[in-house]
Each structure stands twice: as structure tokens, then as C-alpha cells.
């Protein structure tokens, strides 16, 4: 008819202590008001703690699915949709998620893309004789005109998108790198010799 004295509550690395398990009764005994009655064995009962773990990622940093819910000890599962970004390759994540003990926030890491950007002169030709000057840059970065062509008989008039020079391209100081890369070409206007004929009567004084 005696209660049981309390003991101190057992630590378990992961694990919360929920009780006194009694394999007899089938049940957690509470210590504080269960009466002894006859011989007893009761086991320390632990349930396995669980932790929130997050990816983030894509053009925004954002949420990348649904928040997990793992057991100590055990691995998150990484997304594999979602990671894409304009401009970036995914890389892999910032932290390990393979052994979880505790709320973790992972986020995706990015390596930005380089891309060529080409002027092609079109029937021209470049100081060093070439006909196409290439610059490699980050995307997005700042892209400009790195040197004028000549062409013999014509002038040099801008840039196009396409041989058929129906999209111009503005420089000015500069265009942000392209997804993929570019390729401009010189649009050139021949000129023409314009001959005049002066007819009438001139009278010069000495």
C-alpha cells in the first residue's frame, strides 16, 4: 500500500523521459499516486525527440516543399525540385543534414554562370585582324563594347541581335550579361560617292 518514492528522472541523449513503464500492467505507472501491492518492475520509458528541419531555395530563397519532421539522429531528406535559379548552378547545401539533433534551417548554394558574349564584325575587321571579339563575364554583369570594327567603303551604324538587323542594341555604357550568353553583329551602310555638275558663267577678279 505504499507509494513508490520518486526517484530522480532518468537522461536519455535524444530522448524525452515519459515515465515508468510496468511490462506487468501494460501501462506507465504514476509514481506519485500508484500504491505498491505487490512486487513491481518498472523500465525507464523514453520517446525519441523529433526536430524541424527546412531547405531553402530557388530564385527567391524561399521554402522549398513542406517542413520535415525528423527523429534525432536520423537524415532529412534534401529537395530535388524547386532549386532553380536564373543565372546560377546549384552547387549542393550549406550545412550537413545527415545526422539531426536539433531544428535545422538549410540553405541551397549557388555558383553564378559565366557566359560569352560575341561581337561579330560582320564583314569587318578588328585592330588585330579578327573578326569576332568574345567577352566572358558573370551573368547579369556589365557588358560593353570592347572595341568599334571598320569595314573598307562602309560605315559602321550599330549593333544587331540577328543578320537581318531587325533588333538593335543599345550599349551606351553598358548591357547586363544574358542568360546563356549573346552574339551582336555590325550593321554597316556603304558609302557613296556623290558627284555634283556646276554649270553657269564665273567671273573672277584679279
Do not use: C
Not at 31 to 58: C, E, H, K, P, W
Not at 161 to 175: A, H, L, M, Q, W
Request: zero cysteines.
Amino acid at each position: 500500500g505504499d507509494l513508490i518514492t520518486v526517484p530522480v528522472s532518468p537522461i536519455k541523449e535524444g530522448y524525452d523521459f515519459i515515465g515508468y513503464y510496468s511490462e506487468t500492467l501494460e501501462r506507465n505507472i504514476d509514481l506519485s499516486t500508484y500504491q505498491v501491492t505487490s512486487d513491481i518492475t518498472l523500465t525507464d520509458n523514453f520517446q525519441i525527440q523529433t526536430f524541424a528541419v527546412r531547405f531553402y531555395g530557388g530564385e527567391e530563397g524561399s521554402l522549398l516543399g513542406s517542413v520535415e519532421y525528423i527523429d534525432y539522429g536520423s537524415a532529412a531528406t534534401a529537395p530535388t525540385t524547386g532549386l532553380d535559379r536564373i543565372g546560377y548552378t546549384f552547387i549542393g547545401w550549406d550545412k550537413a543534414y545527415d545526422n539531426i539533433t536539433g531544428d535545422l534551417n538549410v540553405y541551397a548554394e549557388y555558383q553564378i554562370n559565366a557566359y560569352a558574349f560575341n561581337f561579330n564584325a560582320n564583314g569587318g575587321v578588328y585592330l588585330d585582324a579578327s573578326t569576332i571579339k568574345t567577352v566572358n563575364a558573370d551573368y547579369n554583369s556589365n557588358v560593353q563594347v570592347p572595341e568599334v570594327p571598320t569595314k573598307d567603303g562602309f560605315v559602321f551604324v550599330g549593333w544587331y541581335e540577328e543578320t537581318t538587323f531587325e533588333n538593335e542594341v543599345y550599349f551606351g555604357t553598358g548591357i547586363p550579361m544574358p542568360v546563356g550568353g549573346m552574339t551582336v553583329y555590325a550593321k554597316w551602310v556603304e558609302l557613296v560617292a556623290t558627284t555634283y555638275t556646276v554649270s553657269g558663267t564665273y567671273h573672277f577678279e584679279q
